[in-house]
């Protein structure tokens, strides 16, 4: 497979200490992750595993799917669990049997993919009848999308020129690590801001959905939303159960 924007930027923040992944965890996901004890976890889009490491403490089989081999390497030295299998394979087409996993994470991830609908449709094929998908997109209104569609177009123009590069990493980069440093509470390297930027900023596709939307899709796949969470950030979160 050849390489990703998310190889060279992966994902990875907040991976100094796994406790600390667990206290900045979405309590509706620490909470699906508990009710499939000795099930069969799937996360799709894993990245560098930061959900890999509650579920690998509940899940009998668990499994973690990327399309970025240098996140699953990360992922594979961070969590080193036996029941743990990482696979390199696309949301769009995901490497796994239909009506194969009791719950499916999909934190972050179909907005990137280019096609949401397929990307969805694929996390519910791969689930059993009555299993649960936890789905986390980005919110349709809110500021993000307007400084993703505005300032981030600058920016990802301005990164396909070697000089433009050389800007943002001296510039921007070293920017948003002071603002992380200064407003957040959370301590950061700058490693770690610095993929949260290109995440938030350069990264080459990303979608945004409303709650309506992503009713839709619940409803054409025959699915149910068990709960849903605005949350204070960028995404928010859907726990949508399979028809059985
Ligand atoms: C923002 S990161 C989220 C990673 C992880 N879910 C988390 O919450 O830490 C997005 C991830 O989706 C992966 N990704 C993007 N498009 C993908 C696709 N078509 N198939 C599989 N993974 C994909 C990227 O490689 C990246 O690791």
Known sequence: MEKT??????FEYGYSSKEEILENMNSNLKEVIERSYGKTITDVGCGCG????????FAQKLIGV???RQSL??????????????????????PLKDNFSDLVISDGVIHHTGDTVRAFNECIRILKPGGLLYLAVYKKYRYYPFLYKYIGVFLRL?????VGNFIIENTFVVLHFLMYKIFRKQK??????RNIFYDYFITPIATFQSKKDVDI???DSKCTLEKYDRTNGNCHVFIIKKGE
Do not use: H, M
């Not at 924007?5 to 992966?10: H, N, V």
């Not at 301005?158 to 070697?162: C, E, P, Q, R, Y």
């Open 73 to 94: 390497d990360f992922a594979k030295k961070f969590i080193q669990s036996k029941n743990l299998e990482l696979v390199l394979g696309n949301n769009l087409d995901i």
């Open 158 to 162: 301005l990164n396909k020129t070697k």
């Open 66 to 68: 990327d399309l970025s």
């Open 5 to 10: 924007f998310y190889d060279s930027t992966p």
């Open 188 to 193: 950061l390297s700058i490693k770690e801001t």
């Open 217 to 219: 899709w619940i409803n």
């Open 50 to 57: 930061r959900n890999l490491v509650y579920s690998s403490k």
